[in-house]
């Protein structure tokens, strides 16, 4: 197990904003994605992303650091859209359409964005006791 504390707080908060940084890319990336509808009858649309996490051990600081484990498809369906004049309508009319919900999302981006600021508060907070525990040991 690593001496230094501090090295140890570093460590987990940094893996935590490398895993919410992440999550804001993907959920970024899936609203911006929200309605693009295929070109073609028959193509598929874009299909929400989704992350999934994993804790991992770090043998060196002996902490359990939060990683990014995958970036899968939702394998939701794809809701119909009625629109008998778009260039990938069946032949009832319908569309495909991405299987995103704006709502979801943004709700994702703003707890992504909250643990993202508690991590990089954690950082501020060790980074000021490392340095006041420096002016401690000079006096």
Known sequence: MM?????????????????????????SENITNARMSPTRPGETPFARKTVSFRSEMDR?????????????????????????????????GYVQMPNVNIYLE????KEASRSYQANLQSVRTARDMYSSTIELLKS
């Open 60 to 92: 060196a600081s002996g902490a359990n650091l939060l990683k990014v484990s995958s970036i899968d498809r939702d394998r939701t369906a794809f809701p119909l859209e009625y629109n008998p004049s778009h260039q990938a309508a069946d032949a009832r």
């Open 106 to 109: 943004m709700a994702d981006l």
């Open 3 to 27: 001496s230094d504390p501090f090295q140890s707080i570093f460590k987990i908060a940094g893996a935590g904003l490398r895993a919410q940084s992440m999550r804001l890319q993907v959920a």
